[in-house]
């Protein structure tokens, strides 16, 4: 059995590490170029694999050199394809992403392809029904809906990764159990002004279990429908934090299979994605259990 199970965007990126953001119309010589995959749920997916909880990934790729390269790097990580549709005569969603080593920061431009859109099958809803946990993160919406929907009549907790203010998601956040979004979400969706305010209108708007609210470099807070408690982002020298938030959402559904608490789990993710900006590749930087354990402790919490 699989116990956590992703339907979203799957990406492959090319990294371009730069010294900084070039200016309009110069010329600037790179310091690496690499081939990543990507995507938000993608990508959580396979830090679900490497923290040692088994996972898979649902959705549609093109039979081209894309498609390979991502349906391998899902091997290659541990995460079970079986429940991909390989079809030919498609696009596959892609993206340019630079690093800057000054900022470190990222910018990413990308092109969605023309994949048709994924359709639920009977393999695949056994996959969700048998599941702990189903991550989407907006992408692929019609299914995600009918994959929460059966998720919820079959027991499985379903986690939203909710990084884009998409058309229609308001169809989706009602099945959802964790409710895990970026501060410009919340506060874009409920016009707050802050996000303690974001977080408890999310909670009585959808009656999640729960309502993360991640704040990049100042951590984060969480609200389970009796207080706000804020958790710390960890000491990482970034090198890369492109794919971090994505990291933080697989950490999340990962620790909620090793049985920890709301807050325990906001901790565990904080360190994942701290340690896996430290490297380049959102997906190969992603730490062990055993690693990010000994990290938590010497940073003073224990799991």
Excluded at 70 to 96: H, M, P, Q, W
Excluded at 169 to 188: F, T
Aim: proline residues 4%; aromatic residues 10%; negative net charge.
């Amino acid at each position: 059995m699989i116990r956590v199970v992703g339907i979203g965007a799957c990406v492959m990126d090319t990294l371009i590490t730069v010294p900084s953001f070039p200016t309009e119309d110069t010329k600037m010589r790179a310091e690496s170029t690499k081939l990543a995959g990507g995507g938000p749920t993608a990508t959580g997916i396979v830090a679900v694999s490497k923290l040692g909880i088994s996972s898979g990934f649902i959705g549609v790729l093109s039979k081209d050199s894309a498609g390979d390269f991502l349906r391998s790097d899902f091997e290659k990580y541990g995460v079970d394809t079986g429940n991909i549709d390989i079809i030919d005569g498609y696009r596959a969603f892609t993206s340019c992403i630079w690093l800057s080593k000054e900022s470190t920061s990222r910018t990413c431009v990308f092109d969605k392809g023309n994949l048709p859109a994924l359709t639920l099958d009977e393999a695949k809803k056994k996959a969700i029904a048998e599941a702990d946990i189903l991550m989407v993160d907006g992408n692929e919406l019609s299914a995600a809906i009918e994959a929460a929907k059966y998720a919820k009549e079959h027991g499985t907790k379903v986690l939203y990764d909710a990084g884009g203010l998409y058309p229609g998601i308001e169809g989706l956040l009602p099945y959802v159990d964790i409710l895990i979004p970026s501060k410009e979400y919340a506060l874009g969706h409920t016009k707050c002004e802050n996000v303690e305010e974001a977080a408890k209108k999310l909670f009585e708007m959808y009656n999640p279990e729960v309502v993360v609210i991640t704040m990049g470099k100042d951590g984060g807070i969480l609200y389970d429908g009796e207080r706000i408690t804020s958790y710390p982002i960890y000491p990482a020298e970034v090198v890369d934090s492109n794919g971090a938030g994505d990291v933080f959402h697989g950490a999340f559904a990962a620790g909620l299979c090793y049985g920890f608490d709301f807050l325990k789990c906001c901790h565990f993710s904080s360190a994942v994605s701290a340690m896996k900006c430290m490297s380049v590749g959102a997906r190969e930087s992603v730490p062990s259990y055993e690693a990010v354990k000994e990290y938590l402790k010497n940073n003073g919490f224990e799991i």
